[in-house]
């Protein structure tokens, strides 16, 4: 499967599209990654703990919108786009979305 931020594929011709597909994940921080987060704020660094999280999340969300794609019979998704969130009443949860058209290619 191919995934791609472009509308097209080179060397490759888009014979059908499917359709919009989407990814959705929504999840917790903790508060140890908090705390950690809170003292790289004071000391500076980078909050290992969220890139941790958000590197998961994206991942989940990826994989999630990629399996959406087969169940229509893609062979890719073009155009793919990511949006970051936070929710919640203390911002304490992070929302990944991912969206794009499922294809087949030629």
């Given at each position: 499967?191919?995934?791609t931020?472009t509308?097209?594929i080179?060397?490759r011709?888009v014979?059908?599209?499917?359709?919009?597909?989407?990814?959705?994940?929504?999840t917790?921080?903790?508060?140890?990654k908090?705390?950690?987060a809170?003292l790289r704020?004071?000391f500076?660094?980078?909050?290992?703990?969220?890139?941790?999280?958000?590197?998961?999340?994206?991942?989940q969300c990826?994989?999630e919108m990629?399996q959406r794609?087969r169940e229509?019979?893609?062979?890719a998704?073009?155009?793919?786009k990511?949006?970051?969130?936070?929710?919640?009443s203390d911002?304490?949860?992070?929302?990944v979305?991912?969206s794009?058209?499922?294809?087949?290619?030629?």
């Amino acid at each position: 499967m191919i995934l791609t931020t472009t509308a097209t594929i080179e060397g490759r011709a888009v014979s059908e599209y499917l359709g919009i597909v989407f990814g959705e994940v929504i999840t917790g921080i903790n508060v140890f990654k908090d705390i950690g987060a809170g003292l790289r704020n004071i000391f500076g660094g980078r909050a290992q703990g969220y890139e941790g999280e958000l590197l998961q999340a994206r991942e989940q969300c990826l994989q999630e919108m990629e399996q959406r794609a087969r169940e229509l019979g893609s062979d890719a998704v073009v155009g793919v786009k990511m949006d970051y969130e936070a929710l919640g009443s203390d911002n304490g949860m992070l929302m990944v979305t991912c969206s794009g058209t499922a294809v087949r290619l030629r």
